[in-house]
């Protein structure tokens, strides 16, 4: 059996990077994922050049996430093929044959707006490698800065749970005793005034905020 000490570690996605330096911040600090976003409206979107420049700073080890909203399955395949993504995010209303059919391990977001079971999308969405629940608000795919209840968490669902939506290093200790998540996903809260450039002291002070609240949790079983 392993112990709750390790088997209880919280993962982290930091995503919408843009710059290089930026990234390999992240890495250092010790993120387990590194999310790049190709969805033209969004502020933090990366061309192919951009993405290939970033995912070249990330070492072995640390995922690569590509994310995706409604996307042309060609531009899917084409993104794929030119940068190291070694996890996709589908964050519209992909169904589970569009997710599944590129042939690499996927997470679906759901959206929270009411009316959204948890248990019922892991059912649907049972070839997934997680769900990322995120905040609902009209007419925006993610990155919005706000939050939902987090008790609507199912972590019971049968799927890794990785919790989305307004996290920052303040929120982050209370939002991970509420809804118990696999991983946590964090972007506009470690950002500075631009969306896309990150704060390297958000950053820290938010895995610095991940770490110590496992730490508590492993103390406690031990």
């Not at 590194?34 to 970033?54: E, T």
């Not at 070694?86 to 519209?92: A, I, K, R, V, Y």
């Not at 929270?112 to 490698?129: I, L, N, Q, S, W």
Request: hydrophobic share 45%; charged share 25%.
């Amino acid at each position: 059996m392993i112990p709750a000490y390790l088997s209880g570690r919280t993962r982290v996605k930091i995503c919408g990077f843009t710059q290089v330096e930026d990234a390999a911040c992240a890495v250092a600090l010790g993120a387990d994922a590194l999310g790049l976003v190709f969805y033209g409206p969004s502020p933090r979107n990366v061309s192919i050049g951009q993405a290939q420049a970033i995912a070249a700073a990330v070492p072995a080890f640390v995922t690569v996430v590509g994310l995706f909203v409604d996307a042309e399955p060609a531009l899917v395949r084409e993104i794929c093929a030119g940068v190291r993504i070694d996890l996709l995010q589908f964050h519209g209303v992909e169904t589970p044959e569009y997710c599944a059919d590129f042939g690499r391990p996927f997470i679906k977001a759901l959206r929270m707006k009411p009316g959204v079971d948890v248990g019922t999308e892991a059912r649907r969405y049972a070839g997934a490698a997680g769900l990322l629940l995120d905040a609902y608000q009209p007419g925006e795919q993610g990155g919005t800065g706000m939050t939902f209840d987090w008790r609507r968490a199912e972590t019971d669902c049968g799927l890794p749970l990785i919790l989305a939506g307004g996290l920052t290093p303040a929120n982050v200790r209370v939002a991970l005793g509420t809804a118990k998540p696999y991983a946590v996903d964090v972007s506009s809260g470690v950002e500075r005034e631009r969306k896309g450039i990150k704060d390297h002291d958000k950053m820290a002070a938010f895995l610095r905020e991940v770490y110590e609240f496992d730490y508590a949790r492993r103390d406690s079983a031990l």
